[in-house]
């Protein structure tokens, strides 16, 4: 019989999981920066779509077709959307022909672009320190959503 995690709430394990990684994997971050990524992990495990329907550097190319808003919704689904692939199916990418290397300059790309695109309107807000984080740790990153992804694989650690 294998073990079970009982938790309260999705969130709640993401948290505790995001913490753990991030305790693991020795990266330092802003208390926001946890926060998001615990959003991105709880968002993308409520979803049911393809990930893949339309490709990320044709979004990342188009950011600035429309107004502010697109741009920003661009920029952050390019972010997210690498992230989340480059972390939490690391293993599968050869295997699927895709390159870690592309969603990591992708993604670290778009989360930059974002913090300065928000930066002159907004100044140093949370949200710009935060995509600015992202951006400029964004491998770190990627290791610590794939470190979710195994504590996932075996929720508790003591057994594996």
């Known amino acids: 019989m294998s073990d079970v995690l ?8 993401f948290r ?5 990684a991030l305790a693991r994997q020795a990266v330092t971050r802003d208390e926001a920066t946890s926060a998001y990524l615990v959003d991105l992990l709880c968002e993308y495990a409520r979803q049911q779509q393809d990930l ?18 697109v741009l920003f919704e661009h920029l952050k689904q390019v972010g997210d959307h690498s992230l989340y692939v480059a972390g ?8 699927l022909q895709l390159d870690l290397e592309y969603f990591v300059e992708l993604g670290g790309t778009a ?3 974002l913090s300065r695109v ?24 990627v290791h610590v959503l794939d470190e979710v992804r195994r504590l996932a694989d075996c929720p508790v650690p003591s057994s594996c």
């Open 6 to 13: 009982a938790v309260t709430s999705m969130r709640d394990y």
């Open 16 to 20: 505790d999981a995001v913490d753990a």
């Open 52 to 69: 893949f329907v339309r490709p990320l550097t044709w979004i990342f190319a188009t950011a600035d077709s429309g107004p502010p808003v």
């Open 88 to 95: 939490y199916f690391n293993d599968s990418l050869p295997r």
């Open 111 to 113: 989360y930059r672009r």
């Open 118 to 141: 928000l930066r002159a309107p907004l100044g140093e807000t949370r949200l710009v320190a935060v995509f600015s984080e992202l951006g400029h740790k964004f491998l770190q990153f």
